[in-house]
């Protein structure tokens, strides 16, 4: 019912305008400019409409490509919520706080101490291009363990286009796969139920490798530019993506495993939100209040990316509002687990929890996965590029070659 509400102020898909040049770098600046002002009533709530109306007005538009549509429609609620959070902080750029390093950065360089207009907007610049808080005192938790920080610029880049080559080569055999699945799904509940839900897992399962590896991509490309270039340092980049061996638990692959780009973003709202109702930090509610509304939070941002493209929800709100619920009762089972052993036999079955968490996660993701990946197939967001088509379409080809000869 919402959704025909809200259809009734935009245009049909088919009708929208193509998106405006200056669009994305003028909703940029607009963020970048209202940090540099610093906070006021009336400043944070002008520049917080502007950036509002830059999110709403989104859905009008298109860039003529359903994945880059969606790819780029979601960071105007981002922009919104990071002002926001801001606009309540003074946050303060620290440096590389790496005391093994001879680089000594100057510290604790906060919104009001440039005394230039050029040397405030280069600092809210640097803190609108950060989204883990890289050098600034609120770094985002587990950032992943950072080898390449020394390496020279020439070796960094180098480092980073080898891994560009191998999160491409991934997300190519992934969608090669899905296609292939897909291809040949279409006979097997017919001829064997069991294979239908096997494939099912497995198409599921590279729609996440493809997510995985999409992050990879974008990522190590962007750093690899930046640092090229002399914007930034190899220090300031990071992993994006922690070793998969972390995902030891639902909970675990979301805020360590996984990429941490929307991690303040999400989170700062439930942690406000508990406060304000007067729980204490680490309490049960205040846990999860902020659990269920972060992922509340991330539906809202996939479901306006979905929305842009296809006025309506493609099963973002299944998949991220049923991660707390899994979550919940995992930790429940772990209380349980905890409360139930002997503690002198903790140490003797931590390879036992290992694997029956590995074991969870897997069957969690393999059945939570369907309604977002099904939806992202179908919408062209998952082989919407030039080349992810064609390895699609390659997987499909063979899919096809595969049943006529079985047939």
């Known amino acids: 019912m919402l959704e025909r509400f809200i259809n009734t102020l935009y245009p049909l898909i088919e009708e929208r305008s193509p998106l ?54 979601g960071w105007f609620i981002v922009f919104v919520l990071l002002f926001l959070d801001f606009s309540a902080t003074n946050p303060r750029w620290v440096g590389r706080r790496d005391e093994s390093s001879s680089r000594k950065d100057n510290e604790s360089i906060t919104r009001r101490d440039p005394e230039t207009w050029p040397q405030r ?89 493809w997510s995985w590896n999409t992050v990879g991509v974008g990522y190590v490309a962007i750093s690899a530019i930046a640092v090229l270039l002399g914007m930034s340092e190899p220090w300031e980049w990071p992993p994006i993506l922690n070793s998969v061996a972390t995902a030891t638990s639902v909970r675990r692959t979301w805020s360590v495993a996984y990429h941490q780009i929307l991690r303040r973003t999400v989170q700062q709202p ?77 140490q003797d079955l931590l390879w036992f929890e290992i694997a029956v968490g590995y074991a969870w996660t897997f069957t969690a993701f393999a059945f939570t996965l369907t309604p977002f990946v099904k939806g992202m197939v179908a919408t062209g967001i998952i082989g919407g590029s030039p080349e992810d088509a064609i390895a699609m379409l390659l997987g499909q080809r063979h899919g096809a070659k595969y049943l006529q000869y079985w047939h």
Request: net charge positive; charged share 15%; with cysteine.
């Open 20 to 73: 405006p040049v200056l669009y994305i770098p003028g909703a940029f600046m607009v963020l970048v400019f209202g940090y540099a002002i610093g906070p006021d009533p009336i400043r944070t709530t002008t520049i917080s409409l502007l950036l509002v109306l830059f999110a709403l007005r989104r859905p009008c538009y298109t860039v003529g490509n359903t994945a880059q549509d969606y790819g780029l429609s």
């Open 121 to 209: 907007l280069a600092w809210a610049l640097r803190l609108a291009t950060t989204l883990r808080g890289i050098g600034w005192d609120w770094e985002v938790k587990s950032v992943p363990r950072h080898l390449e920080a020394d390496f020279s610029r020439l070796k960094f880049v180098g480092k980073r286009m080898l891994d560009l080559a191998l999160h491409t080569l991934v997300k190519l055999i992934s969608l090669y796969i899905i296609g292939f699945c897909g291809a040949i799904q279409q006979d097997a509940p017919s001829s064997s139920p069991w294979m239908g839900w096997l494939l099912r897992v497995v198409e599921n399962w590279c729609g996440a490798i």
């Open 270 to 346: 439930g942690i406000r939100l508990a406060r304000l109702l007067g729980f204490k930090k680490g309490s049960i509610p205040s846990r999860y209040i902020q659990l269920y509304l972060a992922f509340y939070i991330s539906f809202c941002i996939h479901w306006w990316q979905q929305y842009v493209i296809t006025r309506g929800d493609k099963g973002e709100f299944a998949f991220f509002m049923m991660q707390p619920l899994v979550i919940t009762l995992e930790d429940s089972v772990q209380w349980v687990w905890r409360n139930a052993i002997n503690p002198k036999r903790k």
